[in-house]
């Protein structure tokens, strides 16, 4: 494959990214590589570029490299093809994503497979020993890797990656007792809604709602190992980062993230555009625009 230079800027304008372009007129590459491992002709990117040591790249690579605006960086920039933006590291991955995006996948299920619903949209792919039960839809343009379980009334959107491992529709932990003070579980009337374009990583499990839904809305990214309880309600946007914990019936707004081991208790509401920080223990709810942190969990400063 080879790119011109004047193809990446054409787009990077249609696109409407701000940029600036120094370097060969009549440049091309035909790959990418990270800093780790630098390939002749290819396009990499530097996060902060001042605080980078440009004499451990060779000029005669021909890199193009995506960074930051810096005019006083130490080197000759003549020797070097960069673009220069506020955001290199979003620019970079959109410039891979046009160029370099991996075909188009078909639909596929695997013959291990147990598939008892025929509401599957189209470019589908299903994994090897997957279950998946009658009541789900699934939208177009989903994957679903290995060992996935689905087993309650559950819709997903479209263009969502669900990981291998991932279990669905789970029963909540939720007991109450009577006279014999014998825990009996409550019973579970609700399912799961997963918006679009959602990802939800390896081994999360996502229990489904008792009288109503557990939603996920569209574009939340789930990592691996996280568990989302019942009724829980996520908003748009939103980050659940590995060993994550959020308790039942629990509302997550647009646009937060949660870091990494955090554990949100039951029935608390994290407000949109907050933070909640690494290994954070959530007792009371927190507000919009806030970042919390600690155990038990306090503000500690207003997210700008």
Same mark, same amino acid.
């Given at each position: 494959?080879?790119?011109?230079?004047?193809? &990446?800027?054409?787009?990077?304008?249609?696109?409407?990214?701000?940029? /600036?372009?120094?370097?060969?007129?009549?440049?091309?590459?035909?790959?990418?590589?990270?800093?780790? /491992?630098?390939?002749?002709?290819?396009?990499?990117?530097?996060?902060?570029? #001042?605080?980078?040591?440009?004499?451990?790249?060779?000029?005669?690579?021909?890199?193009? *490299? !995506?960074?930051? @605006?810096?005019?006083? !960086?130490?080197c000759d920039v003549?020797?070097?093809?960069? *673009? @220069?933006?506020?955001?290199?590291?979003?620019?970079?991955?959109e410039i891979l994503?046009?160029?370099?995006?991996?075909?188009?996948?078909?639909?596929?299920?695997?013959?291990?497979?147990?598939? #008892?619903?025929?509401?599957?949209?189209?470019?589908?792919?299903?994994? @090897?020993?997957?279950?998946?039960?009658?009541?789900?839809?699934?939208?177009?343009?989903?994957?679903?890797?290995?060992?996935?379980?689905?087993?309650?009334?559950?819709?997903?959107?479209?263009?969502?990656?669900?990981?291998?491992?991932?279990?669905?529709?789970?029963?909540? $932990?939720?007991? $109450?007792? @009577?006279?014999?003070?014998?825990?009996?579980?409550?019973? #579970?009337?609700?399912?799961? *809604?997963?918006?679009?374009?959602?990802?939800?990583?390896?081994?999360?499990?996502?229990?489904?709602?008792?009288?109503?839904?557990?939603?996920?809305?569209?574009?939340?990214? &789930?990592?691996?190992?996280?568990? &989302?309880?019942?009724?829980?309600?996520?908003?748009?946007?939103? $980050?659940? *980062?590995?060993?994550?914990?959020?308790?039942?019936?629990?509302?997550?707004?647009?646009?937060?993230?949660?870091?990494?081991?955090?554990?949100?208790?039951?029935?608390?509401?994290?407000?949109?555009?907050?933070?909640?920080?690494?290994?954070?223990?959530?007792?009371?709810?927190?507000?919009?625009?806030?970042?919390?942190?600690?155990?038990?969990?306090?503000?500690?400063?207003?997210?700008?």
């Amino acid at each position: 494959m080879r790119i011109n230079i004047s193809e &990446i800027l054409s787009f990077l304008g249609d696109a409407k990214f701000k940029y /600036e372009y120094s370097g060969k007129a009549d440049f091309f590459i035909e790959g990418f590589c990270p800093l780790s /491992e630098l390939k002749p002709k290819s396009i990499t990117w530097i996060k902060e570029i #001042e605080s980078f040591d440009f004499s451990t790249i060779n000029a005669p690579l021909n890199l193009l *490299i !995506v960074t930051t @605006h810096n005019p006083s !960086v130490n080197c000759d920039v003549s020797e070097y093809n960069f *673009i @220069h933006t506020d955001n290199p590291k979003v620019v970079y991955f959109e410039i891979l994503r046009n160029f370099f995006a991996p075909p188009q996948k078909t639909s596929h299920v695997a013959s291990s497979a147990v598939i #008892e619903t025929s509401n599957i949209g189209s470019n589908v792919s299903i994994g @090897h020993n997957c279950y998946i039960c009658k009541d789900v839809t699934i939208g177009d343009n989903v994957t679903i890797k290995n060992n996935v379980v689905i087993e309650c009334p559950t819709k997903i959107g479209s263009d969502c990656n669900i990981e291998s491992g991932v279990i669905i529709g789970s029963s909540g $932990y939720g007991y $109450y007792t @009577h006279n014999d003070k014998r825990p009996k579980q409550v019973p #579970e009337y609700g399912g799961v *809604i997963i918006g679009d374009r959602v990802s939800i990583g390896s081994n999360t499990c996502i229990a489904r709602g008792t009288l109503s839904d557990t939603i996920i809305e569209d574009d939340v990214k &789930i990592d691996n190992l996280c568990h &989302i309880a019942h009724n829980v309600f996520i908003g748009a946007r939103s $980050y659940v *980062i590995a060993l994550s914990m959020i308790a039942g019936s629990c509302v997550i707004g647009e646009d937060v993230h949660v870091a990494p081991g955090a554990l949100i208790m039951d029935q608390k509401t994290i407000g949109k555009n907050s933070i909640v920080g690494l290994g954070a223990v959530v007792t009371k709810s927190v507000d919009a625009n806030k970042v919390v942190a600690g155990v038990p969990a306090k503000v500690i400063r207003d997210k700008g």
